[in-house]
């Protein structure tokens, strides 16, 4: 019989669970709750031994203090309060529910009746009340060892104008790649391998842009199909690295895990890389009203969800995954703040990527660029110095908030994305000259405003989300068979052209066509002013089979196929990012024509300056771009755009140039005169210099 002491009042803070002065305090926040009970269990989480009423409310927070234990000791919560939906309470006391704050999640998730506070299959639906005990199968957390600060000593801190944001999934990226030993591919100690780092140091990315690392967990419909959600994005342990993507010797033990991460960070740190992390805190895997009770719901249901307003029983959906954090309350925000400060502080990481970031400033009337969590967020010394990205949309009616955040937060812009892909590929609504070239110049029309930079525009051609680099330039439709749904997820009408046969072909026409215009995609976007990011695989035409929603494929759908690589497209690559690094004006951290700042002139085939009615002229698509630095008598650079099918005369004025590039692979290096005309490849983007 195990003893256990009794518990002691304890302190308020910090929230979760801590081990100090020779024993552990817990702090958990519950505004509605009537009590709240810490349950303590034996180490393998299957046998409860002793139930405590912690004291409070304090400010909400309900706290113990529990001597003479400390890190390994495994526990969850249980939370009375009324069941009365229609208020939007679901307190059901028969449910154990996990610390939202844990540090250490132990335990096997598997989708059961009892999970649920209600009763299956009732005909009050989630109004009825579940009184069986889930504790036995519940995860439950674990009180951690000491935090280990991260002393950064290593940390790079990219300037904003020199990041090249690289989107990787950990597994995917070295689950097959050479070099890499068995053991350690699809791992956080494989993506730190130095196999790994070669790679990303040949391209010449900055920056890592992991999809999630959060301990997550499947969806019941993957969950009755054998599939996994691959991608992450259902997070339910917010402090937690997901055990998945740990090496098989520590995938059972947390702090092992989490040791692997911070060695992980460390090594990519110590080669000169950033890692920014894609995080969720917009949902979580309780969904709808007709979810589970697995943490948040059963602690404090009304608080930590927005609810409808007409009827608190249900919630409001502006994620399209089932529910809405509500980031609007005070210590909802607290939260986010915390755990972001975690990953930083303990974890090392140097930024983070918010998933549908909307949700994040949405109140009672919308989204507001002004809400109380970006002000705190801009206000925290911890995180002052830190990577933020906004994927700038949600599900709601006003989801689409493009060029609305504040300060120095950096936006994915999928203007750009269309842009581009309507240009070279000639598919979709016509995109003229005009509309690249303002893509192309970090989108001014959006983010010149505000004290906002070029670099706040993050250009993307393609992303985990969609078709990769090669499938769209490989199918006219998506192939998401695979996922069970019947092809109809993913999204419909993405832009792309299979010029001329669906999927892979013998036809050497059609493979040459795609390869050009596939070069001519990658140049455009890694030499476009603002913050380019690559999304892995691409650059060696790494194929899904034209799967748009490869979310629950993991598999070699999603690992990237390093037998089948275009060697070519990889040096493209190389080519293009150094290039990118050596001339400061094609990363230039200042809008272009501003009083003393550099300047740029668009050109015609002819040679002559692109005057309006140039722009509107839908029938001539070619033209060119000289860049020129401030109070300079000569540009510096020119960049010629031909995604014609044909190769076209154009006349370089202002010269003499030097060809620095062709992404076609074409051209020689000629040296070109003034008056004299230089034959473009055809599909192709060419970078001249002047001498």
């Known amino acids: 019989?195990?003893?256990?002491?009794?518990?002691?009042?304890?302190?308020?803070?910090?929230?979760?669970?801590?081990?100090r002065d020779g024993g552990v305090n817990f702090a958990v926040f519950s505004e509605n709750a009537t009590a709240v009970e810490?349950?303590?269990?034996?180490?393998?989480?299957?046998?409860?031994?002793?139930?405590?009423?912690?004291?409070?409310?304090?400010?909400?927070?309900?706290?113990?203090?529990?001597?003479?234990?400390?890190?390994?000791?495994?526990?969850?919560?249980?939370?009375?309060?009324?069941?009365?939906?229609e208020q939007g309470h679901r307190f059901n006391p028969h449910k154990l529910l996990l610390d939202p704050y844990a540090r250490e999640i132990v335990g096997h998730f598997g989708w059961r009746a009892e999970h649920h506070g209600y009763e299956l299959g009732h005909p009050d639906g989630p109004r009825s009340i579940d009184r069986r005990d889930n504790a036995t199968h519940?995860?439950?957390?674990?009180?951690?060892?000491?935090?280990?600060?991260?002393?950064?000593?290593?940390?790079?801190?990219?300037?904003?104008?020199?990041?090249?944001?690289?989107?990787?999934?950990?597994?995917?990226?070295?689950?097959?790649?050479?070099?890499?030993?068995e053991e350690l591919r699809g791992t956080y100690a494989g993506l730190a391998h130095p196999a790994a780092i070669a790679h990303f140091k040949r391209l010449g990315v900055t920056t890592l842009s992991l999809l999630p690392v959060h301990y997550c967990i499947d969806e019941p419909h993957l969950a009755e199909r054998g599939l996994h959600n691959y991608w992450g994005y259902n997070t339910l342990g917010f402090f937690c690295p997901d055990p998945r993507w740990a090496t098989a010797a520590h995938r059972d033990d947390p702090s092992a895990v989490a040791a692997e991460f911070r060695h992980m960070v460390d090594a990519l740190?110590?080669?000169?890389?950033?890692?920014?992390?894609?995080?969720?805190?917009?949902?979580?895997?309780?969904?709808?009203?007709?979810?589970?009770?697995?943490?948040?719901?059963?602690?404090?249901?009304?608080?930590w969800y927005r609810l409808a307003a007409?009827?608190?029983?249900?919630?409001?959906?502006?994620?399209?995954?089932?529910?809405?954090?509500?980031?609007?309350?005070p210590r909802v925000t607290q939260f986010v703040l915390d755990s972001l400060r975690y990953w930083v502080a303990e974890m090392g990481v140097d930024g983070f990527r918010f998933d549908l970031a909307p949700v994040l400033g949405r109140g009672s009337h919308g989204f507001d660029p002004n809400a109380a969590f970006f002000t705190a967020l801009r206000q925290d010394p911890l995180l002052a110095g830190v990577h933020l990205i906004a994927e700038p949309w949600d599900a709601a009616y006003d989801g689409y908030q493009v060029g609305r955040f504040p300060g120095r937060f950096l936006e994915w812009n999928d203007k750009f994305r269309d842009a581009v892909r309507g240009y070279w590929l000639g598919a979709g609504p016509g995109v003229g000259r005009g509309e690249l070239a303002r893509r192309f110049m970090a989108s001014s029309d959006v983010f010149h405003h505000g004290q906002r930079l070029p670099t706040a525009s993050v250009n993307f051609v393609a992303v985990h989300d969609g078709f990769t680099l090669a499938d769209l330039t490989s199918h006219s439709a998506k192939?998401?068979?695979?996922?069970?749904?019947?092809?109809?997820?993913?999204?419909?009408?993405e832009l792309c052209a299979n010029f001329g046969a669906e999927g892979p072909t013998d036809d050497a026409a059609i493979r040459a066509t795609r390869e050009r215009v596939r070069r001519a995609l990658m140049a455009t976007l890694l030499l476009a002013q603002g913050t380019p990011m690559l999304c892995a695989?691409?650059?060696i035409a790494n194929s899904q089979g034209g799967n748009n929603n490869a979310y629950c494929q993991d598999n070699p759908t999603t690992w990237l196929n390093w037998d089948g690589a275009d060697a070519r497209m990889t040096e493209l690559v190389a080519q293009l990012l150094a290039l990118r690094a050596q001339e400061p004006l094609l990363r230039h951290p200042r809008w272009f024509a501003a009083p003393g700042e550099a300047s740029i002139a668009w050109h015609a085939p002819s040679g002559h300056e692109m005057a309006p009615h140039d722009w509107h002229d839908a029938g001539q698509r070619a033209f060119g771009a000289q860049l020129r630095e401030a109070g300079a008598n000569a540009p510096r650079l020119m960049i010629v755009f031909n995604p014609e099918?044909?190769?076209l005369p154009f006349l370089l004025c202002n010269g003499p140039w030097q060809l620095v590039l062709d992404s076609s692979g074409e051209s020689a290096a000629p040296l070109v005169l003034p008056g004299q005309p230089l034959n473009v490849p055809a599909r192709s983007l060419i970078v001249l210099r002047h001498v």
């Open 310 to 329: 007409d009827d608190q029983s249900r919630n409001e959906n502006l994620t399209g995954c089932g529910n809405t954090v509500n980031c609007a309350h």
């Open 645 to 647: 099918a044909a190769s």
């Open 537 to 539: 695989g691409d650059e």
């Open 138 to 181: 519940a995860l439950k957390a674990r009180v951690p060892p000491a935090p280990v600060l991260n002393a950064r000593a290593h940390r790079p801190r990219r300037a904003p104008a020199e990041v090249v944001l690289y989107e990787v999934h950990v597994k995917g990226f070295s689950r097959l790649l050479p070099g890499v030993p």
């Open 38 to 85: 810490l349950c303590v269990f034996d180490a393998e989480g299957q046998r409860e031994l002793r139930r405590y009423g912690l004291s409070g409310p304090h400010d909400g927070v309900w706290h113990g203090f529990l001597p003479g234990v400390g890190a390994g000791l495994v526990y969850g919560l249980r939370a009375h309060g009324p069941y009365a939906p």
């Open 479 to 493: 192939h998401n068979h695979a996922n069970g749904e019947d092809n109809r997820d993913g999204r419909d009408g």
């Open 269 to 303: 740190h110590e080669a000169g890389l950033e890692v920014v992390l894609d995080v969720v805190y917009n949902h979580t895997p309780e969904g709808n009203e007709f979810g589970p009770t697995l943490s948040f719901r059963g602690l404090d249901n009304k608080t």
């Open 1 to 19: 019989m195990v003893h256990l002491p009794d518990l002691q009042p304890g302190w308020h803070e910090p929230l979760g669970a801590l081990a």
